[in-house]
């Protein structure tokens, strides 16, 4: 069973950047569209960028622009790109398929101050 362990999140003023990275324990996620989520208390769960094994993106219009998704499959990990961060983009940051079809990890927190 793929886990997934989440990391790079932090405190950040606005305006700033984070990188974060999503390392996968097994090899079958990279024949899987990746997808990065975030979730604030109260609020579902958010889809905010994809990427297919072939590297097609795909992003919400909110983060359009400002975040990048990327993949290394030989490295089983994937990774996001966040620059000109705004408060709005305060969340807990998870990475799984598009389907959902992992396991959820503990994410990672990302706070941007005004």
């Known amino acids: 069973q793929v886990q997934l362990v989440e990391s790079g999140g932090g405190l950040v003023q606005a305006g700033g950047s984070l990188r974060l990275s999503c390392a996968a324990s097994?090899?079958?996620?990279?024949?899987?569209?990746m997808g990065w989520y975030r979730q604030v208390p109260g609020k579902q769960r958010e889809l905010v960028a994809t990427?297919?094994?072939?590297?097609?993106?795909m992003y919400v219009d909110s983060v359009k622009g400002r975040f990048t998704i990327s993949r290394d499959n030989a490295k089983n990990t994937v990774y996001l790109q966040m620059n000109s961060l705004k408060p709005e983009d305060t969340a807990v940051y998870y990475c799984?398929?598009?389907?959902?079809?992992?396991?959820w990890g503990q994410g990672t927190q990302v706070t941007v101050s005004s």
């Open positions: 799984n398929s598009r389907s959902g079809r992992y396991s």
């Open positions: 990427i297919t094994p072939g590297a097609t993106t």
């Open positions: 097994g090899s079958i996620f990279r024949f899987d569209t």
